[in-house]
Structures are given as structure tokens and as C-alpha cells.
């Protein structure tokens, strides 16, 4: 019992990353931009989150400065994909190696070696210690950390936003049928800026997420695929915010099922279990297919009637 | 209140064509002015000019006097004019209040008010005297109704110019009755209504003033009530046109194409054509009349193979070709001049000579083992340009750089070229100049005579009444009626076109 | 200027333009790692330059070595010319290489065979792999229209994590590295001269590009795929079975991909290594493929620039600029093609004329 109870906070803990990187998918897509370039923004993220801190030593500047590095690297893709109208994918693509790149290149800069930083002060995990002594759920929340608690809160106002928000509806209407907002007098254009650069910034907490926890530095490759999972659990959720929420909760679980199978003294080889969220994924889209609804407009580049 | 809306000296052109030249328009408040043209006169330039998605090169507007400035649609908002364009601007999975709201949505906070939006959608309504529910998604609304939510879109706005470009392109002749008396409604409140259409029957019932555009420049500007439909075709084509092919009297021969009690779903499951039948002869041109979105589109589909089939049978020359790939149907000689030529019927991005081989490609002499044979192809292109009268620089050139009458021309000609027996023909002169108009429908008598089956689907009912032998009109997804030449005439076809069948 | 001579302009401007602002722009990154002032920015581009040449292209051995990065960025970079040309983004390129290397790492170990058959068991078995792997997506996207790019990137990294278990862990891991055995001599592929790497797999590779282009331009299937690619409606209406051809283009794609991957265990490494992340052949190509403007010839020179580029990462090491700026050099020029700028200014200028 104690086993499956820590196998699931330890899913809640490492699902974090993923909460945050899919709603930032999530606004993105809903505007109509296509972002695999998620994987890039976690990257800059968790890096430049790493670089905070050791400056500093201040996990928080850690996380602002992680913040940071996921926005700016979207800028670069909201220029190339809504100002230069290029194909979407192949900018994403382009953003991903490009920040495997910057960031390697400059991790040698500042620490004079590759392959991995050096330790920093990573983000409190118990948020207070009167936390633990509320009744009842005390002992869940002794488990959790600020980044869990944060990723939820994103999750409700990012249900709020695109449902219940005026900006929500002409984000919604510039990912459907940008041409019907525009008559309208609607800026798609700045909306879907606004939408990419959100994106970003979450993507950046993400990454955040992942490197100033439990073992808190920068190693290259550290994201794995997590911003790709991500997009999976949007499809996953049908680019609705708690349901991807949940998905991203079972993507955790699957990561988290290393380390019960290794509680339990299964011997299995350890790439078994890395694989197992991709081949979530994939029997994920598989079984969503269809019936998911993508917004409209998604992928597809806006030019006003003006700039024809 | 607006008393006077003009636009002086308008100029705009886009790369080397000259939309608009020195245009002159005004308005004058209450009145429902029509701008009529062909196709490509410059009309939609214009208003698009007016409602702030193009800036003019030069020229000014002015409302009552005085000059103003438009840069974007929300300008022109401003201003109070508003568009419905020929293409809806609807969002298709928001329901009918949040599609009339959206970019001017009322708030409490940065919370949108639903509750105020659904009361302001059922105040309009109940004023004109649509009949809408708020909630209703566009997706489950049909033409006329979407139609009426455009509508609404500029009232909310409290749009005293009202532009509608095409509004009867796609309605029923009942649905145009009720435009017209919503029309009248608006002028009596003392809005003014900008009717953009090239369909000279509802200039005359539904305008007080008319003007008339020609390749960019103002040809004519008259009342209503002096306007006769000669002087409108003159004005609008520089020579008095009518719509006249000879037909000579041919008799057609045996069955090539039936079509057995056919049933097409859309994505939807809804039945898009419905228990359709018709036969097509040898010799014979069988039109098919309807208004746009009776399943003509799927009909058409669902012969050439693109679209499956839900029951029924489609025969051709004895051969039953339901499942029939579309290769195994071109090869048993359907050849089809698609709807939509951007579409289905060119590459644009490939030269002619390689367009040429859609539909081709397998088969000798454009196929030689597995490679194509390029010398042959292109000695089969320079003869149809030739023989088609398709103006181009050259077989290779792209042929998105030629204009859309030549583009048709060319599918035609390619199109007849192939070895066939049955011609289908969607639209064939859609977008396409008057030259080439007549040209085709030359073409189209031609395979009449050469005894192939010519099956025309078209929404201008002058061209299906000038060409038909038969005419089959399509209501729903199925047949409403059948009429021979002899007997056919607009009144009879337009009551089928609604769904009326035919009287005793 | 005359007409043809205006339409290469504006077809081959684009990707040297991308490549020359490339380098500009990563001269910059230069100067900032080894501490230089802005005004020695010119030293600094040349500085790039001449490495890039002088390791490149000075001697003959040194150019081999470009060659021996450049085969498999060609393998993969006509696969993915195969798809693009089919309106696909074949992303997994990547992880049908990696296959491909990781059956050539098996059937490599198989002792008894003679030379020639081994070699060719090898390519078979590198294209079978190729092949199936691209099926996964292929079928998907045929069968559900599922978008292959996700799909294609979870398959890469389960290819990566079999291939580092078959490296580590199976029964023909070496235990004292982190590789398997070295394949038996007979699968190993002949080499030019004893002191390069260079073997008959570059020969393969340029023949195959050839085959290629005469496959897209010449061939029914090549013009179906490409008529796919452009306009599916139209080439659905024309008889083309667009289905049929996206997943015969991914299909082929897989299989150089693979042949690529096992030649180049075959020829190179002569063993599978495991891998801490992707070893990068499918993704550069990408670049390579846009920048060649999707063509099989031109895709060859792009190769054996992007190789000069890999080549010389060793020297920028050494140096003291980050080997890391290869891949800005690369991800500056996708940004560059993929927003078209160049031709679209072009396009521009010649149109206000």
C-alpha cells in the first residue's frame, strides 16, 4: 500500500513538468500555432532556471530566469511562424536544436565543461511546515512541493481563460477561423503572439520544474521528450485543460512505475522503462484519434487581407 | 444618422491588374443600392475598400461630408458600416451568440457575459423577426439561418450601412423573399443596404439605384426603375450577349450513365444526396439545376470515386463502377471538369505539361514501363493549347500564372482529350470570362454531337436552360423533378428548386 | 537579365544566402566564447571560415574524413527529400537510422558467412528495418490520419532505447565497453586506404542519390508521390491513390534511412555503440534536404557541407569555440529556409518593379 502511495505522489511530483509544457501547448494550439517546440522551451527553461540559481543562489531568481529563457526562445518562433509564416513543424524543429545548442554552448561558457552543471540550491520541497499538521490531509501534503501546487493553479486559470474569459473566445476564434475574428476587428496577430510567448513562459516553468527539484542541476538531454509528451497528453485531453491535467497525471504514473517495479525488485532493463511513456503516447493518439479535435485554423499561417 | 455615404476617385490595383479605376459610388441614406458587374469587375474590391480590409491607392470616402479614414475592419465598425461577405465568416463549433459578439463582447469584468449575450441575440431577433436560438451552434444551422446571424453580427453593431456581397448565391427562392423583406425593413429604419451580385433578376426587385462596374471602371449608374435587363448585360459586358449556342437537334443512343437510388452521408452521417436516380444517354446533355448545397458537390464526388458510397449503384456503360476506384473509372472514360478547379482540377504548382498527366499517367502514351514519357506528354499538351485556344507562355510554365478562363480552358481540353464516353461537367464556367464562357459551351455541344453522355451540374440556370437536353433538378439529395427542353422554363424549374413538385 | 537566368537566381540565392547570414551570425557566438571585442568580429568570421576550409578541404585525407561524416547525412537526407517531396514531415528518420545501425550491429556478429553475402544480408536487413519502422507511422496516418510527427518522435526514442539495450545489455553487448563486439571481418565494409575510414558505402550513397532523382522525375510513382505532395484533391481526382503513396514514401524513406544506418555500422564504426542521446544524422539532415531545395543532386554537395561542418567541430574544440556551433550554423539556416525569406523578398523586389 505504502508502495502504490508513493508511486503516485511520485507521479504527481514528476508530472509537473508536464502540466505546465502541455497547457502552454495548449494556449498555443488553441490560437492556431502549431508547437513542437516545446521540447526546446523546456530545455531553455530548465537550464536557464539551473543558471539562476547558481548565480544567485536563489532558487526563485532560478525560476524567474527559467521563466525567461522559455519566453524568449518563443519569441524566435512567434516571429518565424506568425511574422515570416513559415511551416510550423520544421520552426519547431529548428527551436529545438537551436536550444540544445545555446544551451550546451553555454554551459561551457559558465562552467567550463559539457555534459552537466554543477549542483545548485533547488526550490524548498515542503512548502511550510504547519503544512504537515493539518489533519487529514496533512500526510498528503507533506509529499507535495510549490511546483505541484503551482501546476494546479495554472491548470484552473487556464480553464477559466479559454472558457469563461473574453480573451479566451477570440483566442479561441483566431484558432478556428482567424479570417471571421479578423473581420471582426479582432488582432489575430497580437493574440496569437501573446498565445506562442504564453507558451513559452510555461514551457520555461516547465523546464524549470524538472531541474530545480529533487536533483537540482542541468544535465543535456535531461527533458527526454517530455515537451512531445506533452503534446500527447493535449491530444490526450482534446485540447481541453483538466483533461489534459489527468492525462499528464497518468504520464506521470508512467514514469513513476520505475520506481515501484524497482520497490517491488522486477528485473527488468532500465531502457524498458523509459520506453514506457512513448509507447503510452503513441497507443494514446491511437485511441484519440479521430475522435480529437484539433482547432481549425492549427498549423496554418494567417496573412491578413492587407498584407496579401 | 447617416445622410450620405461617397467614395471619390477610388483606385486600386494588385500586382499588374487594375481592380479599380477612378471609381465613383454614393449612397444615400434609406436606399438599398446595388453594385452589379461580372465576375472580377472590381465590385468585391470595392467594398472591401469600404469595410477596411484594403487601403485604396487613392481616393477618398466620406459619410455626410466629411472625409474619414479607414484602415481596418474596425474602423469602418466604427463608422457604422458592416459586411456580410459571400463566403460566411462564421465560426463554425461557437454557438450563434458568440459568434454575433465576438470582438465587441459584453463584459462583467474579463469575464465574458453569456447571459447578456443570449438576451441581446433574442432582443435582435425578436425585433427583425429572425427566428434563432442563441445557443444553437452554427455547425446545426442551415444556409439561411447562418445568413440571418451575419446579419446580426452588423446590427449588433448598429450598422447603418449594411454590405452584402452574394446574399442570394446560396438561399432558396423562398429564403430570397424573406432577404428581401428584411431588406425593406432596414431601409425603413433608415439603414442603407449595399447589394454586391452579378444575378440581374434580383437587381431589379430588390434596388432602388444601381451601378454598374466593368473590368474596374463605373459603366453605368442609374434608378432602378429606368434599368432594363438589356441595358444591364450591355453595361456590364460591352456587347449585347445573349446567352445563345446553337443547338442543333441530335438524337441520343443508349444508356452510358445510370445512377440507381444513390445515398452519399456526409462527415456528420446526414444523407448529402438521397435515393438519387438518373440516366444519361449517349449524345445527350442531362443538366442537373439546383441551388448550391443539395448534394450536387457529393453527387459529383461520388462519381468520379473520391467519395464513398452509402448504398446504391452507379452504372457506367453496363459496368457497375460503385466500388470502382477512381483510375478503374477513368479508364472506363468518365472524365470530369471538377467544381473547383484550384482544388481538384490543377496542380497549380506544376507546369502544364505535368498537369497533363492527372489522370493520364498510367496509361499509354504518357506511360512507357514504369517511367512517364515525357516527349510524348508534352506533344500532347502543345496540341490541346493549340487546338483550345489556352493562352500561355509556354507548356512549362505553372499554371497558376494563367488566368482562370485559360486554366479552364485547359482542364476542358484535357478533360475531352482523354479517350472517354461520359463528360461530367461541374460549374464549367465558373470565374471564367465571357469569351472563354462561350467557347466551352461550344465544346459541351461538341461531345453532344460526337455522341458522348454530358452530364452538367451548374447553379446558372440560364446556361443549364441554353444547354440541356434534359434537366434533372436536385432538391436535398434527390431528384424533385424531371423536365425535357420542350417543356422547361424558369418558373417551373425554380418551383422544383424548392422542393415543389410539379402541378397536374 | 534574361529570364532562365533570373529563375536560378531565385532558386539557388535562397540557400547560399542562408548559409552565408548562417555563419555571420555564428561568428557572433564566436567572438562571445572566446571573450573577443565586437571589432574583432571580422577575425572572428574568418577565423570560422578557415577552420571550416582548412579542415575540410585542404588535404586529401581531410576531405575523406568530411566524406565519411557526409555518406550518412546523405542517407538521410534523401530519405527525407522522399517525404517532403510527398508533403510528409518524416521526422523519424532519426530513429530508422538508428535501427538500421542496430541490425547491422547484429547481423554483423553472425560468423561463416562469406563477405560479399554478409554485406549484402546487412542492407537488406537495414532496409527491411528502415522500411518497418517507418510503417508505424505510415499505417497511422493512412489508416487514422494521425499526424506523423508525434508519432515519428516517440518511435525515435524507443529505436534509441532498443538500440542501447541491444549496445548494453543483450547477448552481444561487450561488457568492457559500452558497445557489442565488433562484427566479423567479413561484414565489415572495404576501405579506400588504411589510414581513413572512407569505404564503398559513399559510393553507394552517391548512386543512390542519383537513382532518386530519376525515381521523383522520371518515373509514374515519383510523379504520383509528388503530385501527392502538392495537391492531393487534385491527384486524388486524377486516379492517384494518395493513401497508397504517403505510405509508400514513408516506407522508402525508412529504408534508406535504415541502409543508411547500416552501412554505416558496416563501414564506420564496425560495431553498435550505445548512445546518450540521438546521434543527430536525421535531424541535420533536415536542414540538408530544405537547403538543397528538395533535390537528390544538389542534396549531395549540401551533404558534404554540413559533413565539413561536423568535421571541423573537433577543431572548433580545440580552438576553444564550443563544438555546439555547428548546430547553431544548422538551426539559423532551417529558420532561414523554413520562412522562405530570402525567395520571398525576391519575390518582393520583383514584383514592385
Known amino acids: ?308 | 444618422m447617416l445622410t450620405e455615404l461617397r467614395m471619390q476617385k477610388i483606385n486600386k490595383t494588385f500586382a499588374s491588374v487594375r481592380a479599380n479605376i477612378d471609381v465613383d459610388f454614393d449612397l444615400k441614406k434609406g436606399e438599398t443600392h446595388v453594385l452589379i458587374g461580372e465576375n472580377g469587375a472590381g465590385k468585391t474590391t470595392l467594398m472591401n475598400i469600404l469595410y477596411g480590409l484594403y487601403q485604396p491607392d487613392s481616393g477618398t470616402i466620406s459619410i455626410d461630408g466629411n472625409e474619414i479614414k479607414i484602415t481596418c475592419p474596425a474602423d469602418s465598425i466604427k463608422h457604422g458600416i458592416g459586411m456580410v461577405h459571400q463566403h460566411f465568416m462564421l465560426v463554425e463549433n461557437f454557438s450563434v451568440a458568440e459568434n454575433v459578439v465576438l470582438g465587441n463582447e459584453p463584459r462583467k469584468g474579463r469575464k465574458l457575459d453569456r447571459k447578456k449575450a443570449r438576451q441581446i441575440v433574442r432582443d435582435l431577433c425578436a425585433r427583425y423577426q429572425f427566428n434563432l436560438d442563441p445557443d444553437m451552434l452554427i455547425s446545426e444551422l442551415s444556409v439561411g439561418k447562418q445568413q440571418k446571424v451575419e446579419i446580426l453580427k452588423l446590427l449588433y453593431r448598429d450598422a447603418d450601412i449594411l454590405i452584402l456581397d452574394e446574399p442570394t448565391a446560396v438561399l432558396t427562392p423562398t429564403e430570397i423573399e424573406e432577404l428581401a423583406n428584411i431588406i425593406h425593413t432596414l431601409n425603413s429604419e433608415g439603414k442603407s443596404v449595399i447589394l454586391i451580385t452579378h444575378k440581374l433578376r434580383e437587381v431589379l426587385t430588390m434596388s432602388s439605384r444601381l451601378t454598374v462596374l466593368r473590368n474596374g471602371i463605373v459603366t453605368g449608374q442609374m434608378n432602378t426603375t429606368d434599368a432594363t435587363v438589356t441595358k444591364l448585360v450591355n453595361m456590364m459586358v460591352g456587347k449585347n450577349l445573349a446567352l445563345d449556342v446553337n443547338i442543333p437537334y441530335h438524337e441520343p443512343s443508349e444508356k452510358v450513365l445510370e445512377v440507381l437510388d444513390l445515398s452519399v452521408r456526409d462527415s456528420q452521417g446526414h444523407y448529402v444526396v438521397n435515393n438519387f436516380n438518373l440516366c444519361l444517354r449517349k449524345g445527350e446533355i442531362v443538366g442537373i439545376a439546383g441551388v448550391d448545397g443539395n448534394g450536387q458537390s457529393e453527387l459529383l464526388e461520388a462519381l468520379i470515386g473520391v467519395r464513398k458510397i452509402d448504398s446504391g449503384r452507379i452504372i457506367a456503360s453496363s459496368a457497375d463502377i460503385s466500388s470502382a476506384t477512381t483510375l478503374e473509372r477513368i479508364s472506363q472514360g468518365i472524365s470530369c471538369i471538377a467544381e473547383d478547379r484550384h482544388k481538384r482540377g490543377v496542380i497549380l504548382e506544376m507546369p502544364l505539361v505535368e498537369n497533363t498527366l492527372l489522370g493520364n499517367y498510367f496509361r499509354p502514351p504518357f506511360a512507357k514501363g514504369i517511367r512517364i514519357d515525357y516527349k510524348a506528354t508534352r506533344k500532347v499538351t502543345e496540341d490541346m493549347v493549340g487546338r483550345y485556344d489556352v493562352r500561355t507562355p509556354s507548356i512549362d510554365t505553372n499554371i497558376m500564372w494563367l488566368s482562370g478562363g485559360n486554366q479552364q480552358k485547359y482542364v476542358v481540353a484535357r478533360e475531352i482529350s482523354k479517350p472517354h464516353c461520359i463528360l461530367l461537367a461541374a460549374q464549367p464556367t465558373r470565374g471564367v470570362d465571357i469569351g472563354a464562357k462561350q467557347f466551352i459551351h461550344e465544346q459541351l455541344v461538341k461531345e453532344r454531337g460526337e455522341d458522348k453522355g454530358v452530364l452538367l451540374v451548374s447553379t446558372e440556370l440560364d446556361e443549364i436552360l441554353a444547354l440541356s437536353d434534359r434537366i434533372v433538378v436536385m432538391y436535398k439529395g434527390g431528384v424533385s423533378g424531371e423536365v425535357t427542353r420542350c417543356d422547361a422554363n424558369e418558373q417551373l424549374i425554380g418551383r422544383l428548386m424548392i422542393g415543389q413538385h410539379e402541378e397536374g | 537579365m534574361s529570364k532562365e537566368a533570373k529563375r536560378m537566381l531565385m532558386i539557388g540565392a535562397p540557400p547560399i544566402v542562408s548559409i552565408i547570414v548562417a555563419f555571420l551570425i555564428s561568428a557572433l557566438f564566436v567572438l562571445w566564447s572566446k571573450d573577443m571585442r565586437l571589432g574583432e568580429y571580422f577575425a572572428a568570421l574568418l577565423k570560422l571560415v578557415t577552420i571550416v576550409f582548412s579542415e575540410s578541404f585542404s588535404t586529401k585525407l581531410k576531405f575523406m574524413e568530411v566524406l565519411v561524416y557526409a555518406t550518412p547525412l546523405l542517407f538521410c537526407g534523401l530519405a527525407h527529400i522522399i517525404c517532403f517531396r510527398c508533403g510528409l514531415f518524416n521526422i523519424g528518420v532519426e530513429g530508422q537510422f538508428i535501427l538500421g545501425m542496430t541490425s547491422a550491429g547484429i547481423i554483423g556478429q553472425f560468423t561463416g558467412i562469406p563477405a560479399i553475402l554478409q554485406v549484402i544480408l546487412i542492407m537488406m536487413t537495414g532496409v527491411l528495418a528502415g522500411g518497418i519502422w517507418a510503417l508505424i507511422p505510415a499505417s497511422l496516418k493512412a489508416l487514422k490520419g494521425i499526424n506523423e510527427v508525434v508519432i515519428c518522435i516517440m518511435t525515435n526514442f524507443l529505436a534509441m532505447h532498443f538500440s542501447n539495450y541491444v549496445a548494453l545489455r543483450s547477448n552481444i553487448a561487450d561488457v568492457n565497453a559500452t558497445a557489442t563486439f565488433m562484427i566479423q571481418a567479413n561484414a565489415q565494409l572495404p576501405r579506400f586506404n588504411d589510414s581513413s575510414r572512407l569505404n564503398i558505402s559513399t559510393i553507394v550513397v552517391i548512386i543512390l542519390a542519383i537513382f532518386v532523382y530519376f525515381f521523383l522525375f522520371s518515373t509514374k510513382r515519383g510523379y504520383q508521390i509528388r503530385a501527392v505532395g502538392l495537391n492531393s484533391f487534385a491527384a486524388q481526382a486524377g486516379g492517384i491513390k494518395v493513401n497508397v503513396n504517403i505510405v509508400l514514401a514513408l516506407v522508402i524513406s525508412g529504408a534508406i534511412a535504415g541502409l543508411g544506418g547500416a552501412l554505416h555500422v558496416a563501414g564506420v564504426q564496425h560495431r553498435l555503440i550505445s548512445v546518450a542521446g540521438f546521434p543527430g544524422y536525421g535531424m541535420d539532415a533536415i536542414a540538408i534536404s530544405l537547403l538543397s531545395n528538395r533535390n537528390p543532386v544538389a542534396c549531395i554537395f549540401v551533404a558534404i557541407l554540413f559533413g565539413a561542418l561536423r568535421n571541423s567541430s573537433r577543431m572548433f574544440q580545440i580552438e576553444g569555440i564550443p563544438k555546439d556551433t555547428v548546430y547553431i550554423i544548422q538551426a539559423i539556416i532551417i529558420f532561414f529556409v523554413a520562412a522562405d525569406l530570402i525567395s520571398k523578398y525576391l519575390k518582393q523586389r520583383s514584383r514592385t518593379k
Not at chain 1, 33 to 62: D, H, K, R
Not at chain 1, 68 to 87: D, E, K, N, P, T
Not at chain 1, 296 to 305: D, F, M, S
Open chain 1, 1 to 308: 500500500m505504502n508502495l502504490l502511495l508513493s508511486t503516485f505522489y511520485a507521479a504527481l511530483r514528476l508530472s509537473t513538468p508536464l502540466i505546465f509544457a502541455s497547457m502552454g501547448g495548449l494556449v498555443s494550439e488553441k490560437s492556431g500555432v502549431t508547437n513542437i517546440a516545446l521540447e526546446g522551451m523546456m530545455t531553455m527553461g530548465a537550464f536557464f532556471a539551473v543558471i539562476g540559481s547558481y548565480i544567485t543562489g536563489n532558487p526563485l531568481i532560478g525560476v524567474i530566469f527559467g521563466i525567461l529563457g522559455g519566453g524568449a526562445i518563443s519569441v524566435i518562433h512567434a516571429i518565424v511562424c506568425i511574422r515570416l509564416r513559415a511551416q510550423q513543424t520544421i520552426s519547431g524543429t529548428a527551436i529545438n536544436l537551436f536550444s540544445t545548442a545555446i544551451t550546451s554552448f553555454v554551459m561551457f561558457k559558465i562552467f567550463n565543461k559539457g555534459g552537466q552543471t554543477d549542483l545548485v540550491t533547488a526550490l524548498p520541497f515542503m512548502p511550510a511546515k504547519w503544512f504537515s499538521e493539518v489533519p487529514v490531509v496533512g500526510s498528503v501534503l507533506r509529499e507535495l512541493n510549490w511546483f505541484i501546487f503551482m501546476s494546479f493553479a495554472i491548470v484552473i486559470l487556464m480553464q477559466w481563460l479559454i472558457n469563461r474569459s473574453v480573451l479566451g473566445l477570440r483566442i479561441r476564434a483566431a484558432g478556428e477561423h482567424p479570417k471571421a475574428a479578423d473581420t471582426l476587428g479582432v488582432d489575430v496577430i497580437k493574440i496569437r503572439y501573446i498565445c506562442v510567448i504564453l507558451s513559452g513562459i510555461l514551457a520555461g516553468l516547465g523546464g524549470a520544474a524538472l531541474s530545480l527539484s529533487a536533483t537540482p542541476l542541468f544535465i543535456e538531454g535531461m527533458v527526454a521528450g517530455r515537451g512531445f509528451i506533452a503534446l500527447a497528453a493535449m491530444v490526450f485531453g482534446r485540447w481541453k485543460p483538466i483533461n489534459t491535467l489527468a492525462a499528464c497525471i497518468i504520464f506521470g504514473l508512467a514514469d513513476a512505475v520505475q520506481i515501484m517495479a524497482q520497490g517491488l525488485g522486477w528485473n527488468m532493463p532500465s531502457e524498458f522503462y523509459s520506453s514506457i511513456p512513448y509507447v503510452m503516447s503513441i497507443f494514446t493518439m491511437i485511441l484519440f484519434a479521430g475522435k480529437a479535435q484539433a482547432p481549425k485554423a492549427c498549423g496554418i499561417p494567417y496573412t491578413r487581407e492587407s498584407d496579401k
